[in-house]
């Protein structure tokens, strides 16, 4: 795999999707030039949010987080790019909003660090591991006809 195929998770959390934040975050990380390669909307379990928070599960908000997480509708997305896992990261802004910088996601478009409206993974390694959990077998395969003007060397 190349590097211009490393993906990243990002997931629009319900209060990003209940407050019509969907296609501004999702224009985003189109614009910036990353490529959709799977997305659906769902509604997830707490069953599966507590494995997909499984890191977290002896911190005090871990019952607020997954109730929150569980309230409504989620869109689920896997962005593919060089860089995509750092750098959607850094296009999200800090974990609490009060931290991140305007032009950020989480900078521009909340308050509270309990709804911060959007996920995305912090390592490559967790990328694959929430990929795996979210997506079976439905992430698309397909050539972008961008890539050769986003890419010096495309892949
Ligand atoms: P991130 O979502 O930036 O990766 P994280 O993985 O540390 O942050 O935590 C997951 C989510 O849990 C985070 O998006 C919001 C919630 N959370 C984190 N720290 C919190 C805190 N101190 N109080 C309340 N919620 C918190
Ligand atoms: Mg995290």
């Not at 629009?12 to 985003?28: A, S, T």
């Not at 494995?51 to 908000?61: A, I, N, R, V």
């Not at 931290?99 to 993974?121: A, L, M, Q």
Request: hydrophobic fraction near 40%.
């Amino acid at each position: 795999m190349s590097a211009q195929t490393e993906r990243t998770f990002i997931a629009i959390k319900p209060d990003g999707v209940q407050r019509g934040l969907v296609g501004e975050i999702i224009k985003r990380f189109e614009m910036k030039g990353f490529k959709m390669v799977a997305m659906k909307m769902l509604c997830a379990t707490k069953e599966h949010l507590e494995k997909h928070y499984e890191d977290l599960k002896k911190k005090p908000f871990f019952p607020s987080l997954i109730k929150y997480m569980s309230s409504g509708p989620v869109v689920a997305m896997v962005w593919e790019g060089l860089g995509v896992v750092k750098t959607g990261r850094v296009m999200l802004g800090e974990t609490n909003p009060a931290d991140s910088k305007p032009g950020t996601i989480r900078g521009d478009f909340c308050i509270d660090v309990g709804r911060n409206i959007v996920h995305g993974s912090d390592s490559v390694a967790s990328a694959n591991k929430e990929i795996a959990l979210w997506f079976k077998d439905e992430l698309v395969e397909y050539n972008s006809c961008a890539s050769a003007w986003l890419y010096e060397a495309p892949a």
